[in-house]
Structure formats: structure tokens, C-alpha cells
């Protein structure tokens, strides 16, 4: 994204979110992020105005280039993560600001987030080191851009594109495409993010969560096979899982629904499955177990294997009736959801109970991420099967409100601790 003219007389005007998102919306799709570039020239006087979008795997983030000049046939320039100012921002989500030594330039570095899901950065070089008032600008303009691409990217490939460093293939393709379209969320009771690493030959993993005005529901599944087979009895699950959930089934016909639609349609395919519903209101947990690896629970310094009974994956041999089961959670928890893609060959040289301990402090979104990049690390780049996490950090009922500034929960004094 780079800068040009504008004819917009309030040049000089304070950037607000509303003028901002305004002007975003004057705009076609594709050219509502140069949009906002002119007008951070224009008020701050900028030298240059960029948004970097962070990639599929969080691992590194791409330069999107002015409308007109996003070639899609092209691959898209990465710029590696680990060990920069980039990394430091989106991981502390909070401006970097260091003077360049060029020409006297300044840069910042802001977090393009919503909810816990980083989008991207927004990246500026000032002629002078940015005061208070700036600096509130530039963190609203950032907040803004947030709702500008999801705003926007249905719309356009451009977002798409800019998050792929390398051609995904048609079963990764089809794969990336039944995840939520945001990896992360944050809210009062829970905070909830999701990781994926696909295979050298995809394996079928996905993850998928939901909220509602009174419940938080979670799947992670793992279809047998590879490449487009597996992606298809990947659809196949996903699609009939959402399906009755929004048809408003319980937890137990959700899970019959999918077994059906799987040995209707399944061709004689299987996927294993985890389905987690935990009330907003009480804090009560159900849960599903079929087939799938257990779930990891991080208390007060410590990681337990939850050992819950197991049935059958989807689509294997005769109907059979779903155990719907409770999980013990309370607040201050952390649960890992996972694949046992994540356990399998190069992945046990990993002590996943040890590196949930040393990442305790860092957000869902984050742990989620150092435990996919270790596993990767692990295979030297190269992964037999689907690496898939998912975190959720259980903060308890007794928060009620979100601060939207910091992600923080607040809690409601009128309730007892402990809820």
C-alpha cells in the first residue's frame, strides 16, 4: 500500500475511526487500504504508509503492494518474522516505534487487530518522532484498517493472495477454506485461537469454533487419507457439523449427524473429532470424544492428559449413540486441542506438556504458533502429517465485559470469585 494525492479538503482534520472507515468505504475493495495511506501522509506527513499482512502460519508477513499493482500471478515477497520489530509488535500488540538513522526518519509499527485475531501492521515513517497525540492516531487508524480487510475481503483475492508466501495446492486450498475466518478470538469468559499446518501431502485437519449469546462451541477433526481425499471427507464432516449446529442440535446430534453424513457419503472414509461446548452462563462443559487424541490441560503451573472415554470416529461401521461427557475447567485454565500430527514421528522429540508450561504466559494465538513452529522445526521443515492446535484459555463466567483497547477481561464484582 503506498501513498499518493487526495482531493479531500479535511486533510488536516484529526483521524478519527469514523472519518477513517468513511473514507474506506468511498472506496472500491482493492483500493480502500491506499485510501487510508493518503490520509496518514497527508495529516502525519509521512514518507511512506504500508500494510504488511501476516501469512497463513502467522510466521511471516507480506507487503501489499498499491491498487493496480498486486500482480496474483506472482508470489508474494515474505518478510520472516522471528527476531524483528514486527514480531515484537504483534506478539506484545503494542507500537514499536526506533529512529531508522535514514534521513532522519522514524518508524512505527502498529497491530492491525480485532479480538485477538492479528490481521497484520501497519508501518510509518514519520520525519519526527511521534508525540502522544500522534501515536493515538496511528493506534485508531490501525484499529480501523482491522475492520477495513474483513470488511473488505470477500470481495476481493487480494487479501488471499497476500497471505499465501507459497501456491497452495488444490487440497490445501480447499482446506484453508473451512477454517473461520478468524483464527483467533477474544472475548470476556474465553479467549480461543487456532493453528494449522498442513502436511507436504495434506492430511485433513481442521478446527473450527462458534459463539453464541449463551454458549462457546469447539471442533477439531482429522480426516483419514491425504492430498483431495482427505480435504473432501474434511468438507464432508465440517459441513454437516455446522449445519446441525446452526440448525441449533445439541451437542450429541451433532455428532450423529455427522456420523451419518459420513457413512452416506463418506465412501468408506472415517474422521476422527473432538467437539467442546462450554456455557457462557454456568461455565458447564460438554464434550465428545470420537477417536481423537485427548486434550491437554494446563492448571496452576502444571499439564494433564484429560483421558475422556473414547468412541468411534465419524463413518465407522453401524450408527451408534455419541457419549455426550463433562471436562473439568476452571477459570484460569488453558486447554490444547490437537491432531495427532501433532504427536506422531519428529513430533515426539517435542515435550509438548513442558513447552505448554514455558509458553504459558503468551496469548492463545501465540502459544498456538510456537507449538506448530516446534513441531516444524522438528521435521526440519517437512510434516508426514497435518499439524493442527487449537488454545483456549478459559477466563470464567464472572467475567462478563472485554476491553476492547487492551483484550483484557474485566470481571463482574457482583459475582462470587471463582466462577
Keep these: 500500500m503506498t501513498a499518493g494525492q487526495t482531493g479531500d479538503s479535511r486533510a488536516g482534520d484529526p483521524l478519527t475511526l469514523a472519518r477513517t472507515l468513511e473514507a474506506a468505504e468511498a472506496a472500491a475493495p482493492v483500493e480502500s487500504l491506499d485510501v487510508v495511506a493518503r490520509m496518514l501522509k497527508e495529516r502525519l506527513g509521512a514518507a511512506s504508509v504500508s500494510f504488511l499482512i501476516t501469512d497463513f502460519n502467522g510466521s511471516s508477513v507480506v507487503r501489499l503492494g498499491a491498487a493496480g499493482s498486486v500482480d496474483i500471478g506472482e508470489p508474494a515477497e515474505r518478510i520472516a518474522l522471528r527476531g524483528t520489530l514486527y514480531d515484537d509488535v504483534i506478539r506484545s500488540q503494542r507500537p514499536g516505534v526506533e529512529d531508522t538513522g535514514e534521513d532522519a526518519l522514524v518508524r512505527i509499527v502498529a497491530p492491525v487487530t480485532n479480538r485477538g485475531d492479528a490481521i497484520g501492521l501497519l508501518e510509518l515513517f514519520l520525519p519526527t518522532a511521534p508525540d502522544a497525540e500522534v501515536m493515538r492516531e496511528i493506534g485508531e487508524t490501525a484499529h480501523a484498517l482491522a475492520y477495513i480487510v474483513i470488511t473488505n475481503r470477500p470481495f476481493t483475492d487480494v487479501y488471499q493472495w497476500g497471505r499465501r508466501t507459497r501456491p497452495l495446492s488444490l487440497a490445501a486450498e480447499i482446506q484453508h477454506r473451512l477454517l473461520p475466518a478468524s483464527l483467533a478470538c477474544e472475548a470476556a469468559q474465553f479467549t480461543v485461537a487456532g493453528a494449522l499446518e498442513p502436511a507436504d501431502h495434506v492430511g485433513g485437519d481442521t478446527f473450527d469454533y462458534v459463539i453464541d449469546r449463551d454458549t462457546v462451541q469447539l471442533s477439531v477433526t482429522d480426516a483419514m487419507g491425504h492430498d483431495v481425499a482427505a480435504a473432501l471427507l474434511a468438507t464432508l464432516v465440517v459441513g454437516a457439523l455446522r449445519r446441525a449446529r446452526r440448525a441449533g442440535a445439541d451437542l450429541q446430534e451433532q455428532a450423529s449427524q455427522a456420523d451419518a453424513a459420513m457413512r452416506e457419503h463418506g465412501r468408506a472414509g472415517y474422521v476422527t473429532g473432538q467437539l467442546l461446548r462450554i456455557s457462557l452462563l454456568d461455565g458447564t462443559t460438554e464434550f465428545i470424544n470420537a477417536g481423537h487424541p485427548w486434550p491437554l490441560r494446563l492448571r496452576d503451573g502444571e499439564v494433564t492428559q484429560i483421558v475422556p472415554k473414547i468412541d468411534l470416529p465419524f463413518g465407522v461401521l453401524n450408527p451408534h449413540t455419541y457419549r455426550v461427557q463433562t471436562l473439568d475447567l476452571r477459570p484460569g485454565d488453558r486447554l490444547v486441542m490437537l491432531t495427532d500430527g501433532m504427536l506422531e514421528r519428529n513430533a515426539d522429540s517435542v515435550n509438548l506438556p513442558d513447552l505448554i508450561v514455558r509458553t504459558q504466559a503468551l496469548h492463545p494465538r501465540e502459544a498456538a504458533r510456537t507449538l506448530i513452529?516446534?513441531?516444524?522445526?522438528?521435521?526440519?521443515?517437512?510434516?508426514?502429517?497435518?499439524?493442527?492446535?487449537?488454545?483456549?484459555?478459559?477466563?470464567?463466567?464472572r467475567h462478563v465485559q472485554r476491553a476492547a483497547a487492551t483484550g483484557a477481561d474485566l470481571a463482574d464484582a457482583s459475582l462470587p470469585s471463582g466462577q
Excluded at 522438528?378 to 477466563?395: E, I, Q, Y
Design 373 to 397: 513452529g516446534a513441531i516444524v522445526d522438528a521435521g526440519d521443515g517437512h510434516l508426514d502429517d497435518d499439524a493442527t492446535v487449537m488454545c483456549l484459555d478459559w477466563h470464567g463466567i
